[in-house]
C-alpha cells in the first residue's frame, strides 16, 4: 500500500525559505519519476519541480531559479527547497509521481504573507 506523508509548510513571509520532505512507503522513489505539485485555492492542482528517474530536474516557469526538487534514495524521500517565496507561492504542497497515482497524499500547506 502505497503511503505518501508530505511535511515542512507553514507560514512565511515573503522572500523566506521553506524545505518540504515527502517520505515514501510501498514503493521506490527509485524506479519512479517523481514530483511535486501545488494547489491553490480556487485553482487546479499543477506540476511544479519534477526529478526523473536519472534524476535530471525540470521546474515550472513560475519557480524557475527559486525551487530545488532532491531526493534521498536511502532515505525514499524526496525534497523541495523553496527560496525567494512569494506571495503566490501560497498553496497545499503534494509530492507523488509523475504522472500522478491515483493516491494522494495529506499535503502541507505553504502560507506566504506579504
Known amino acids: 500500500q502505497v503511503q505518501l506523508v508530505e511535511s515542512g509548510g507553514g507560514l512565511v513571509q515573503a522572500g523566506g525559505s521553506l524545505r518540504l520532505s515527502c517520505a515514501a512507503s510501498?514503493?521506490?522513489?527509485?524506479?519512479?519519476?517523481m514530483g511535486w505539485y501545488r494547489q491553490a485555492p480556487g485553482k487546479q492542482r499543477e506540476l511544479v519541480a519534477g526529478?526523473?528517474?536519472?534524476?535530471?530536474?525540470n521546474y515550472a516557469d513560475s519557480v524557475k531559479g527559486r525551487f530545488t526538487i532532491s531526493s534521498d534514495n536511502a532515505k525514499n524521500t524526496v525534497y523541495l527547497q523553496m527560496d525567494s517565496l512569494k506571495p503566490e507561492d501560497t498553496a497545499v504542497y503534494y509530492c507523488?509521481?509523475?504522472?500522478?497515482?491515483?493516491?494522494w497524499g495529506q499535503g502541507t500547506q505553504v502560507t506566504v504573507s506579504s
Open positions: 526529478i526523473t528517474i536519472a534524476r535530471n530536474a
Open positions: 510501498g514503493m521506490s522513489i527509485m524506479l519512479s519519476a
Open positions: 507523488n509521481r509523475v504522472p500522478s497515482l491515483v493516491y
